[in-house]
C-alpha cells in the first residue's frame, strides 16, 4: 500500500480559497465514500475537520469544504484566516480493514 | 467528553520493545462502534496507521508493520496498548493513540478518527 498523493505545499492570501487534493486509487479513495481530512498545528494533534468525504463536525467552521471525484478527493478552504495556515492531511479507507493517510500539505497564509 | 491520553517511557533502547499505553477517561473503551487506535508521525513527516483493536479483542494492523506490532486492550482499566517489537532508529516518531469511529447507532460504517491524544515521543537510542 502506498500513501495517498498530497502537493507537499500550498498557498493562498487572507480571504482567498485554497484547495488541497489527495489522489489514491479505486481501491481506496476512489473505492468508498469514507475520505478524511485532519488540521494539525505545529506541535501538537491532529483535527478531524471533515469526514465521509464531504460531512463537517460540530464546531468546524463551514469555509471548510469537501469532495470527490473518482480518485481524487480534494478539501477546499475558502475565506483564508491566518490560522488556518497547518499541516492537512488526508486519509482514506482502503479496504480489508486498512487505512491510509496522504503525506500531507502544508497550508501557508501569505 | 472522552478524553485519550498516552504513557509510557520516552526513550527505549535499539531491539527492544517499545510500549505504550492510552488511558480514556470520560467514556467507555466498551462502547460499541469504535476501534481504539494507534497513529505515529516520524520527526518532520507525516502520520502513519499502525493499527487498531475493538473492545472485544478483534486487531487489525498495518502490513508493514504486522509482524511487530501487539494491540490489546483491558476494558477493566479503560486502557488499550501498544507493544512494537525489535526497535530501530527508524521507530523514533511521535506515537498518538486515537479513536476510530467505525459505526453509528443506526449501522452506517464510518471510518475516521474523531478524536486524538496529545501523543508522546518515543526516541529509539542507545
Known amino acids: 500500500q502506498s500513501a495517498l498523493t498530497q502537493p507537499r505545499s500550498v498557498s493562498g492570501s487572507p480571504g482567498q480559497s485554497v484547495t488541497i487534493s489527495c489522489t489514491g486509487t479505486s481501491s481506496d479513495v476512489g473505492g468508498y465514500n469514507y475520505v478524511s481530512w485532519y488540521q494539525q498545528h505545529p506541535g501538537k494533534a491532529p483535527k478531524l475537520m471533515i469526514y465521509?468525504?464531504?460531512k463537517r463536525p460540530s464546531g468546524v467552521p463551514d469555509r471548510f469544504s469537501g469532495s470527490k471525484s473518482g480518485n481524487t478527493a480534494s478539501l477546499t478552504i475558502s475565506g483564508l484566516q491566518a490560522e488556518d495556515e497547518a499541516d492537512y492531511y488526508c486519509?482514506?479507507?482502503?479496504?480489508?480493514?486498512?487505512?491510509?493517510f496522504g503525506g500531507g500539505t502544508k497550508l501557508t497564509v501569505l | 467528553q472522552v478524553q485519550l491520553q498516552e504513557s509510557g517511557p520516552g526513550l527505549v533502547t535499539p531491539s527492544q520493545t517499545l510500549s505504550l499505553t492510552c488511558t480514556v477517561s470520560?467514556?467507555?473503551?466498551?462502547?460499541?462502534?469504535?476501534?481504539w487506535s494507534w497513529i505515529r508521525q516520524h520527526p518532520g513527516k507525516g502520520l502513519e496507521w499502525i493499527g487498531y483493536i475493538y473492545y472485544s479483542g478483534s486487531t487489525y494492523h498495518n502490513p508493514s508493520l504486522k509482524s511487530r506490532v501487539t494491540i490489546s486492550v483491558d476494558t477493566s482499566k479503560n486502557q488499550f496498548s501498544l507493544k512494537l517489537s525489535s526497535v530501530t532508529a527508524a521507530d523514533t516518531a511521535v506515537y498518538y493513540c486515537a479513536s476510530l469511529y467505525y459505526y453509528d447507532s443506526s449501522g452506517y460504517l464510518h471510518w475516521y478518527f474523531d478524536l486524538w491524544g496529545r501523543g508522546t515521543l518515543v526516541t529509539v537510542s542507545s
Open positions: 465521509d468525504v464531504s
Open positions: 470520560g467514556g467507555s473503551i466498551s462502547s460499541g462502534g469504535y476501534f
Open positions: 486519509c482514506s479507507y482502503a479496504g480489508s480493514y486498512t487505512l491510509l
